[in-house]
């Protein structure tokens, strides 16, 4: 493998949502431990599943990976660390200043600017403090999503930029007060990020479009901040030997075949790797140890023997149950990768068709939603929550209002002040928060970012609420909040997303129970591109259909009120033809 060769101290893979980025991590954590080098491995996704791969609990602190001698992982838990980061700046003055003061102070920091602060924290000291990583030779980061990772990456800079400014208002008060004291620790995180001896990007994807286009954008975005020495690893490549004789094998390889040869230019120069598909599911140390040997699959010589048909309701009766609420609020969840834009656009498509009004929406910032479609419809309106775009219109509506009734000086304050990367959070909120509130009126079908994002933007959406119902509970008013909606199952359908794979069916579990706990109920389970309900032919298929088939039990035993399996189909379900194709499909 070209990006194991003469490894820096640092790693980073990177990539759109379920292409094996935690997979790739592990393996190459387990390679280099077991070469005799002291590993520590680390997951910045807020739905960090490394603990699941190694089948240990990790969490919020370094810990042993016992299989492995050399072997130490840590999942940054954002919300631990925030709590951590509030009593470290509060704790301080508890007891000492007056109690509504010590309110105020933890109020200032109960936000999700607190919490994205707080992780970054964590991630630049595992770059910059020698005494933390002294121990480890390489230090290998699973990064979250894409979006969450250009974000995190670009945060040094950011926060460097705007403590260099000296300046900030109340909004940032609370987060500043710590950020200040780590001036020089984010400088020096910048360096080593940009530094090709210490630091290697490795950009993971599938031979598939939209995950080589978002490659192709994140190279960019990281060349651009500096990070130059990048690595692609295409994984889960369908091996030549296995496409005979199978519709669905053939169509795939040729798919795949098709997509490689016209991989985007600015990727072709860089070093490429390339991992077979395996038949087994990528849990545990066996399964990590042959993931990057590239070998021949082998398989059980006696037929692998699966069911006639998989008894499971189809997408079409989901939808049907849907559209019969005439408007409302569909969100769809999920981990990266599982076909989360795919599907929203599908249910979208036939809502629109049916003459209902539909507003397709996405607040996943790597989403592709204009290329899935491939087209329009009449009562179909799309559009995108992008980060910059809304924080550009925030940033101009503050100033319009609050900075109308300043003076030069002070309008020059709040400009700087809404400079900080806080405003980006506040703002994405703020768009997330006007799409709610549509679905009282029509269909709002909303394609979210990965799990650990869409968490995030929920906690910033929990925090708004509290503080409405907090200034709004004694004085009798009637009022609503964007998470009342959410709550609210007559206004809201969340559809959680999954693959019928071990790990994407536990994160999903893992989200379902995170909503629960926000008082979210969800709605259905939708177990998307099932090889086992599409019937293959090739071995290879067949022995993950055969591993499809108890995850498939778990989802329907286990989690899900209400379900529906789609199969992973010959042909790619883009363009609204397919797209209603794919709503309406029914099992045989």
């Known amino acids: 493998m070209h990006f194991l060769t003469q490894p820096p101290r640092f790693l980073f893979f990177t990539g759109k949502g379920g292409v094996g980025k935690t997979s790739i991590a592990c393996a190459t954590a387990v390679q280099l431990a077991t070469q005799g080098k002291r590993v520590l491995l680390v997951s910045t996704d807020p739905a960090s599943n490394v603990g699941q791969v190694f089948g240990e609990t990790i969490g919020n602190r370094i810990t ?13 838990d954002p919300q631990a660390a925030a709590q951590a980061y509030r009593d470290r700046i509060a704790g301080p003055v508890r007891g000492v200043l007056p109690d509504d003061v010590v309110r105020g102070i933890e109020e200032s920091l109960s936000g999700a600017c607190t919490t994205e602060i707080a992780a970054f924290d964590e991630f630049t000291a595992l770059l910059t403090d020698a005494a933390l990583t002294q121990d480890y030779e390489h230090i290998i980061f699973d990064t979250a999503p894409t979006g969450h990772t250009i974000r995190l990456l670009q ?93 669905l094998a053939t169509a795939i390889y040729r798919r795949e075949q098709a997509t490689l040869a016209a991989i985007p230019q600015v990727l072709q120069a860089l070093p490429r790797d390339q991992i077979a598909l395996k038949p087994f599911n990528l849990v545990g140390l066996d399964a990590l140890h042959h993931l990057l ?27 049907d149950e849907i ?34 009004p539909v507003h397709l929406t996405t607040s996943d910032p790597a989403a592709h939603l204009a290329d899935t479609l491939e087209g329009s419809l009449p009562n179909l309106a799309l559009s995108r929550i992008d980060p910059q775009e809304a924080t550009a219109r925030y940033r101009q509506h503050v100033m319009d209002t609050k900075g109308a009734q300043l003076d030069a ?48 933007l929920l906690d910033a959406t929990g925090a708004y609420h509290r503080d409405i ?21 007559k206004q809201t359908k969340v559809l959680i997303v999954t693959l019928a794979e071990t790990t994407p069916v536990l994160e999903a579990a ?79």
């Open 469 to 489: 119902a907090r200034q709004m509970g004694e004085t009798g008013v009637h009022f609503t909040t964007p998470m009342m909606q959410l709550q609210d199952p």
């Open 323 to 356: 559209a019969a609420d005439g408007h409302g609020l569909v969100m769809v969840m999920g981990k990266g990768g599982v076909g989360k834009t795919t599907l929203a656009a599908a249910i979208a498509v036939e809502l629109s068709s049916r003459g209902l």
């Open 409 to 456: 000086e002070g309008r020059a304050l709040l400009e700087e002040d809404l400079r900080s990367p806080c405003t980006e959070e506040i703002a994405v909120f703020q768009a997330f928060s006007r799409a709610i509130r549509e679905g009282g009126r029509k269909f709002v079908v909303m394609d979210t970012a990965p799990t650990g994002h869409t968490l995030l």
């Open 510 to 588: 893992n989200l379902q129970d995170d909503l629960r706990r926000a008082g979210i109920e969800p709605w259905a389970w939708v177990v998307n591109n099932s090889v086992a309900a599409a019937h293959p032919q090739s071995q290879l298929l067949r022995q993950r259909a055969r591993n499809e088939l108890r995850e498939i039990d778990a989802v329907v035993t286990l989690h899900a009120r209400r379900h529906a399996v789609v199969p992973l189909l010959t042909e790619e379900p883009v363009g609204v033809e397919r797209l209603r194709a794919l709503a309406n499909w029914k099992a045989s």
């Open 64 to 76: 042993a990976i016992s299989a492995i001698p050399k072997l130490w992982a840590l999942e940054i």
């Open 155 to 247: 945060l040094p800079g950011a926060w460097s930029g705007f403590l260099e400014a000296g300046k900030g208002d109340a909004s940032c008060l609370g987060p500043l007060a710590g950020l200040e004291k780590q001036r020089s620790q984010y400088k020096a995180a910048v360096e080593a990020l940009a530094d090709p001896l210490r630091t290697r990007m490795v950009l993971v994807a599938r031979a598939q479009r939209p995950t080589l286009r978002e490659a192709a954008r994140t190279h960019e975005e990281l060349a651009a901040i500096g990070l130059s020495q990048q690595y692609l690893v295409i994984n889960g490549v369908f091996p030549a030997g296995e496409a005979a004789n199978d519709a």
């Open 293 to 319: 040997i590239d070998t021949d699959i082998t398989h059980s010589p006696a037929a692998i023997e699966l069911p006639d048909q998989i008894n499971a309701p189809d997408l079409s009766a989901l939808v």
